[in-house]
Structure formats: structure tokens, C-alpha cells
């Protein structure tokens, strides 16, 4: 097979022309300018954990935190400086148990480093009318961005009032909170506790 020649008339100088462009345009690998810089480590650090902050007053703006950990927050309709959250409330949550108030997470999470904020939000277990297991069911991440967040704003404000006994009545402001009666048992509990007491070994 013969080899393609090309006319007379076809100059190779416009085909160089476009070589050389195209070359000019690609970043030599091993340029200084091509090649990215690590962030140093503190800074990296200091990166990861504005992140966690942002993301634990994320969680706490939306998680309900401030509806009973800052006075005010759900009658001025979330209308609250940062700078304020979190100090606890004077308002009582009144039932069965007792009355409750909520902390004041400032104080709270201030006397606690990392580790055992972890800890006590793994095993928490609190008086009504606290969700304790959102904290339990939250990912170890978002408790630590929590727990970070609150460390940024400082202590602030006072201890909150401590909880009474049953059958006191607190003094205003407070939510009377009334329980509903138990459900009765299923039906087949009913049974169960029937042949437990006739004797029987119940099929489980």
C-alpha cells in the first residue's frame, strides 16, 4: 500500500503553531505553583473544628434544645442572641414525678471536657420532661459538635432551680403536666399473666 501524500501546496507550519499553543496551555506536573499545599496542621485542626461548632449549633437551633434550655426562646419566637441560649429557664415543668427545670447547659457543659460529655450523653437518663433518648440515639459526631458549640459561648447565667417531690407545688411560672391513665395490658398479656398465675409456662 502506498502512503498518503500529502499536495504540494500543505504548509506543516499552521499544525506546529497549534502544538505549541496547546503545549503552552498544560501545567507542567512538577511546577511549584501546580502542586497543592497541605494546610498546616493546626490550622487543619482549627478547620474541623469550626466545623464541629457550626454543625452543633446546627443540631441545637433545630433539635428543640433552646425551647426549654433558654428562657424566652418559643414566646419570642426563636428571636434570641446566640450569646444567650442555653443558661437554663425558671419555668417548671409540674406532674407526677414532680417538677423539673431545665439546666443551664452553660454551666453544665462547661464542667465537663469531651470525653465525659460523651459519656454522660451515652448513659443519660433525666427526669421528665427531657428527651433523654434523642441523646442516648444521637451519633457520638453531632454530640461532640454539640458539646463543642456550647464550650465556644462560655459559662453564663446561673444554676437552675432544683427539682421538687411529688406532691409539691411549685411556685409560677410552671406547666401543669398531666399524665394519662395507663393503657390496659394487650390481650394476649392479659393471657400470659393468666397462666403465670394458674401455673402454666405461657408459649413465648
Not at 433539635?63 to 424566652?72: E, F, I, S, V
Not at 433518648?133 to 454530640?143: G, I, N, P, T, V
Not at 458549640?149 to 398531666?178: C, D, I, K, N
Request: hydrophobic share 35%; net charge neutral.
Amino acid at each position: 500500500m502506498e502512503h498518503m501524500r500529502l499536495p504540494s501546496r500543505f504548509s506543516p507550519l499552521p499544525l506546529l503553531m497549534l502544538a505549541c499553543a496547546i503545549g503552552a496551555c498544560q501545567r507542567v506536573p512538577n511546577a511549584p505553583d501546580a502542586v497543592a499545599k497541605p494546610l498546616p496542621i493546626a490550622t487543619a485542626a482549627a478547620a474541623a473544628g469550626d466545623d464541629l461548632v457550626a454543625h452543633g449549633e446546627y443540631i441545637v437551633r433545630i433539635g428543640g434544645c433552646n425551647d426549654c434550655h433558654t428562657a424566652g426562646y418559643a414566646e419570642r419566637g426563636g428571636d434570641v442572641p446566640t450569646g444567650e441560649w442555653l443558661t437554663g429557664s425558671p419555668l417548671g415543668y409540674h406532674g407526677p414525678w414532680g417538677t423539673t427545670y431545665a439546666s443551664n447547659l452553660r454551666l453544665t457543659v462547661g464542667d465537663l471536657d469531651e470525653a465525659e460529655w460523651l459519656a454522660y450523653t451515652a448513659n443519660l437518663h433525666t427526669r421528665p420532661i427531657m428527651p433523654d433518648f434523642m441523646l442516648r440515639q444521637m451519633r457520638e459526631r453531632d454530640r461532640r459538635a454539640i458539646h463543642r458549640f456550647v464550650r465556644s459561648l462560655g459559662p453564663a447565667g446561673e444554676p437552675a432551680p432544683e427539682p421538687l417531690p411529688p406532691g409539691r407545688v411549685p411556685p409560677p411560672p410552671y406547666f401543669q403536666l398531666v399524665a394519662p391513665a395507663p393503657a390496659p395490658p394487650r390481650p394476649e398479656r392479659r393471657q400470659a399473666s393468666a397462666d403465670a398465675q394458674n401455673g402454666q409456662n405461657p408459649v413465648q
